[in-house]
């Protein structure tokens, strides 16, 4: 596996892990509406297995890639969780979000540069 394809590998696991949260959050407001609580359970059994999952994609992609590279990387996670939001839960992207994630963005140029 080249260095390239693992970097993939690291940023879909961020993919996921966004998507696991929406899932906890989408599950929590459900619960708060009174939805039962086996589905709950299921839900956030599931959001956890993903979890788990791009523990061990992060595993497989840290193998292959320089470590430097991994925080830069994973916090595109963050970037994730507030564009899936407002697709999904239709939430508002707050200035200091949109703040958050031109730093974020800054900081992968800088590093990329560097």
């Avoid at 899936?84 to 239709?90: D, F, H, N, P, Y």
């Avoid at 508002?92 to 994630?101: E, K």
Wanted: with cysteine; aromatic share 14%.
């Amino acid at each position: 596996m080249n260095e390239l394809l693992a970097i993939l590998i690291y940023l879909i696991s961020g993919f996921v892990a966004a998507i696991s949260q929406i899932i906890m959050k989408k599950a929590a407001i459900k619960r708060k509406e009174g939805t039962g609580i086996r589905k709950y359970i299921k839900c956030i059994l599931f959001a956890y297995f993903m979890l788990f999952a791009t523990l061990l994609l992060n595993m497989i992609a840290l193998r292959f890639m320089q470590y430097k590279f991994a925080p830069v990387f994973s916090s595109v996670s963050y970037v994730f969780v507030i564009i899936l939001s407002k697709i999904i839960l239709k939430e508002d992207i707050t200035w200091n979000q949109r703040i958050g994630m031109i730093l974020i963005f800054t900081g992968m140029g800088v590093f990329g540069i560097g």
